[in-house]
């Protein structure tokens, strides 16, 4: 019987589920909503968790016991011990024994960016957090959530969106496509009516999906939309620079970077500034688009937990069927 790995990447907005066998074969994959605890709580994780599991399982004609090993990307992991002996444990009754293990899911875009290989990935969906690997040694930085910062972080970028539209609707900023983006996407009557519209009852990942609307006027040509994202590259480029020095890579050692997220679904605006940054720090940066997506990515990780990492050919085999992604949902 074929090995199966188990990939699961939690996120603010849904939750991607994959079994990929030891060929580099996906067999099945699922989607589910948000596993964001602070947001879902426990209880609602384990909802989304039961969900997956049980459509994939059905999809691959298998039960769990047939899973070799999984790996779990949960959004928020390790921000909260109590939390994250419930999230460690939460698994193993779903799947009826313990052939897992539960991360933070920056490691899935790290590991599905670079296909496993020693490098930085830089998350930019409903958060942003940086994450690396290089010969054994781990780092991350950022990551700390919207009230401490996820600078560069879809949400970050429709906060700073929403702010430029209250400074041209009172004059502060000249009027550009971002003030039309807003007030027609929200409709918006009155400029002010935006404090009612958001103020109340709105989620963290629906106020990051704003950032399209920031990203659609950066594409027009609006001045004050092309300011924030290359702030929010500056931001992430900073991260970067924060992961590399923990790594220790040498001075002139070649750094591998990628990214994903659905902010990088902006393309040209944030990953021209982003590329310009880095490049402004240092020579060795290696720019590179993403290999595979984040949730084939916590596949790639549980097949190197279980001591069965994935050949180059499977690696080959998976490449031909999933195109490269440079992101998902902008809130992401």
Sequence with gaps: MHSLFLGVDGGGTKTDFVLVDGEGRVVATAEGPSSYHPQVGIAGVREVLAGGLASLFRQAAIDSGAITYGFFGLPAYGEDSEAQLSLDAMPAPLLGHDRYRCGNDMICGWSGSLAGADGINIVAGTGSIGYGERRGRTARAGGWGELFGDEGSAYWVAVQG?????????????????????????????????CAKLTHANSRDSIAALSQLVARAAHAGDSSAIGIFTRAAQELAGVVAAVRQRLKF??????????????????????????????????????????????IGAAIYAARLAGQPLCVAALHALSDRNAPVAGRDASR
């Design 162 to 194: 929403l702010n430029a539209f209250t400074r041209m609707s009172d004059g502060r900023l000249p009027v550009g496509p971002l003030y039309t983006a807003f007030k027609t996407s929200l409709g918006l009557r009155e400029d002010l009516e935006l």
């Design 250 to 295: 040498e001075r002139d050692e070649p750094v591998p970077v990628s990214y994903s997220g659905g902010l990088f679904n902006a393309e040209a605006v944030i990953l021209e500034p982003l590329k310009h940054e880095l490049e402004a720090m240092s020579g060795n940066y290696r720019l590179q688009p993403p290999i595979f997506p984040p949730s």
